[in-house]
């Protein structure tokens, strides 16, 4: 019980982040806008979205480890299980909902926002790897 609490105080916002993205996914319904008009706003949205919140798991990730840890849990924590979590909403979204629809592209833009992020992570980490963000 107390990792998953020290895990919830390294990772506050990345958490609010990624309840937000369910919420959002999930939801029955989805407001017009007036970007509804902007080709692909959708796919646009997608990529913002998980790519400001993997960017935001980087910045933590770097603020509540002294050293760089493991790079093959960097890469599991910060890469591919956001890509693993919007496949799975994606799916959820195609075969559980009646209202909403899992798109390829939906989820291509994701995976592509989650290796921005992560990119932007890499190179926050090569730039500041002696200075900690707390």
Request: charged share 15%; with cysteine.
């Amino acid at each position: 019980m107390t990792k998953f609490f020290l895990f919830i105080r390294k990772y506050p916002v990345s958490i609010l982040l990624f309840i937000i993205i369910w919420i959002l996914s999930l939801m029955p319904f989805f407001p017009e806008t007036p970007l509804d008009d902007v080709k692909f706003i959708d796919k646009w949205t997608h990529l913002i979205m998980y790519g400001g919140t993997c960017s935001v798991l980087w910045i933590e990730y770097m603020r509540s480890h002294k050293t760089k840890g493991s790079a093959v849990k960097l890469f599991l924590l910060a890469w591919l299980a956001p890509i693993l979590m919007s496949g799975l909403l994606e799916l959820l979204q195609a075969y559980a909902t009646t209202t909403r629809s899992g798109e390829w592209l939906d989820f291509a833009a994701n995976s592509l926002g989650v290796t921005l992020g992560a990119a932007v992570g890499l190179l926050l980490m090569k730039k500041y790897k002696d200075i900690r963000l707390n």
